[in-house]
Structures are given as structure tokens and as C-alpha cells.
């Protein structure tokens, strides 16, 4: 009596349906993530309207230079300021005496977006209301 072989069945793992899991995880994955999205500054534009004429005498200019020295000029009198709180004092100092100062604010495109932000904070914590961002 012959026997019959069996044939063996080579041991593998079936591929076909590999793809369609690694498709679904990705899916997942990326439905699931939750993305760090930069806010940034928040400032309140104000709406369409009449330019307005401001008078040289209510303008003062915070320059943040590229080394990230911060000078505070009226009328072409350059004032270095050593630190961020004698900028607010000052600031307070020349809002209460004109209550009509604007602040054009002056960054060097090369001077560190920190420094940027803090005095950018400081000028805001001086309760100045006019202000202008200068772009180069």
C-alpha cells in the first residue's frame, strides 16, 4: 500500500492585508494627534477709517536694535534705556504728561524676537493705547 505525501504547507505570514492595517494605523494616527499650533501676538487691529494727523509733539519712537539695546527717541533725542522696567516707567511718566502720546514701535529685523516680545509686553504694561508697528 503506497502512501500519499502530504505536501507541506510552508510556514508564512500572509502579506495581503499588511498593507491595509498600516494604512488604517496611519489614518488613526493622524486623525487622533493633536497639532501645537503657534498663536502668536494678539493684537486688535482697528477698523477701516480716516488716517489720522498726529502732531510730532504726541510721538515717541521705542527702537529695539540689532544688538538688542533699546533706545527711546522725541524728537531725534536718542534716551537709552538700560532695562525693561525704567522703559514702563518712563512710558507712564510721558503718558501722564501728554495724554495724547502714540508710541511707534521700531524693531531691527535682526535684533532676537524675544527682546521683541518683552518690550513689546513692557509698552503694553504702560497702558499705551497708540501705538505703531514700524516694519523695515
Known amino acids: 500500500m503506497a502512501f500519499k505525501r502530504k505536501s507541506r504547507v510552508a510556514a508564512e505570514i500572509p502579506s495581503s492585508s499588511m498593507s491595509d492595517i498600516a494604512f488604517l494605523l496611519l489614518v488613526f494616527f493622524m486623525t487622533t494627534t493633536i497639532f501645537n499650533v503657534e498663536k502668536g501676538i494678539r493684537v486688535q487691529l482697528p477698523g477701516k477709517g480716516e488716517p489720522t494727523q498726529i502732531k510730532a509733539d504726541n510721538v ?63 509698552i503694553k504694561r504702560a497702558n499705551i493705547v497708540r501705538l505703531a508697528l514700524k516694519i523695515r
Open 60 to 122: 515717541v519712537t521705542v527702537r529695539v536694535r540689532q544688538d538688542g539695546s533699546i533706545y527711546l527717541d522725541a524728537k531725534q533725542n536718542p534716551m537709552e534705556i538700560p532695562s525693561l522696567g525704567q522703559l514702563k516707567d518712563e512710558l507712564e511718566k510721558r503718558l501722564a504728561a501728554n495724554e495724547k502720546l502714540a508710541v511707534i514701535f521700531e524693531v531691527h529685523p535682526e535684533a532676537s524676537y524675544d527682546k521683541m516680545i518683552d518690550v513689546f509686553d513692557e
